[in-house]
C-alpha cells in the first residue's frame, strides 16, 4: 500500500485568500485524486490529476477556484482559492494502486473565517 | 451512472455483539466495491473490497462483506463488536470503464456506536 502525506494538516485562513495544500507519495503512482469532505458529510470528488495533463474536474468544481498541479508521478497540489466560509472542510488525496485499490492522505481541514 | 446507499445513519450495538451495516449500489457497469473505516481525527482506512472475485470478501480486524448481485447489495458483518470498532464507516462503489480511472462514489455513511 502506498504511504501518503498532506501538508498542512490543518489551517485556519481568512476569507479571500488562497491556500495551497501538497500531497506526497511514497512511490510512484499515475492517478492521483483531490476529493472534499464538509463537516458531517461524506467525501466529494473534486477532480482526477493525470501527470502531465490537466485535471479533469467533476460536475460542481472549475479549475479557477481549484486549481491542481501535478508536475511528477510522487507530487500533487490543490489550491483553494478566494476562499469563503463555505469552502471550510477537509480535503483529502488520494492514489490508485495496480489493485485498483485507493489510498488516503489525512487529510487537510481547513477552517474559513 | 453509480450510487451508493448506506440504509442506516447510525448503529448502535454491544460490545461482543454482531455488527450489521447495510449498503446498496447501483452500477450501470461491473463495479468495486469498498468498505473504509474513519476514526474520529483520523485518516480513512480501506477494509475490504469486491473486485469480481469471491462473493464474501474478508477484510482487516474480523470484518468482511458478501457481494449480492441479485439484490444489488454489499453489506458489511462482524461476529463480534469491540470498542474500538466504533467509527464511521462509508460503502463506496467504483466503475471502472476501460482506459480510464476508476471514480468513487462514496456513501452517506454509517456511524457504528459501541457500547459496554
Known amino acids: 500500500s502506498a504511504v501518503i502525506s498532506q501538508k498542512p494538516s490543518r489551517d485556519i485562513c481568512q476569507r479571500g485568500t488562497s491556500l495551497t495544500i501538497q500531497c506526497q507519495v511514497d512511490s510512484q503512482v499515475t492517478m492521483m485524486f483531490w476529493y472534499r469532505q464538509q463537516p458531517g458529510q461524506s467525501l466529494t470528488l473534486i477532480a482526477t490529476?493525470?501527470?502531465?495533463?490537466?485535471?479533469?474536474?467533476e460536475s460542481g468544481f472549475v479549475i479557477d477556484k481549484f486549481p491542481i498541479s501535478r508536475p511528477n508521478l510522487t507530487f500533487s497540489t490543490l489550491t483553494v482559492s478566494n476562499m469563503s466560509p463555505e469552502d471550510s472542510s477537509i480535503y483529502l488525496c488520494?492514489?490508485?494502486?495496480?489493485?485498483?485499490?485507493?489510498?488516503f492522505g489525512p487529510g487537510t481541514r481547513l477552517t474559513v473565517t | 451512472a453509480q450510487s451508493v446507499t448506506q440504509l442506516d445513519s447510525h448503529v448502535s450495538v454491544s460490545e461482543g455483539t454482531p455488527v450489521l451495516l447495510r449498503c446498496n449500489y447501483s452500477s450501470s457497469y461491473s463495479p468495486s466495491l469498498f468498505w473504509y473505516v474513519q476514526h474520529p481525527n483520523k485518516g480513512l482506512q480501506l477494509l475490504l473490497k469486491y473486485t469480481s472475485a469471491a462473493t464474501l470478501v474478508k477484510g482487516i480486524n474480523g470484518f468482511e462483506a458478501e457481494f449480492k448481485k441479485s439484490e444489488t447489495s454489499f453489506h458489511l458483518t462482524k461476529p463480534s463488536a469491540h470498542m474500538s470498532d466504533a467509527a464511521e464507516y462509508f460503502c463506496v462503489v467504483s466503475d471502472r470503464i476501460a482506459g480510464t480511472a476508476s471514480k468513487l462514489t462514496f456513501g452517506t455513511g454509517t456511524r457504528l456506536q459501541v457500547t459496554l
Open positions: 488520494s492514489v490508485e494502486d495496480r489493485t485498483y485499490e485507493q489510498y
Open positions: 490529476a493525470n501527470q502531465g495533463s490537466e485535471a479533469t474536474y
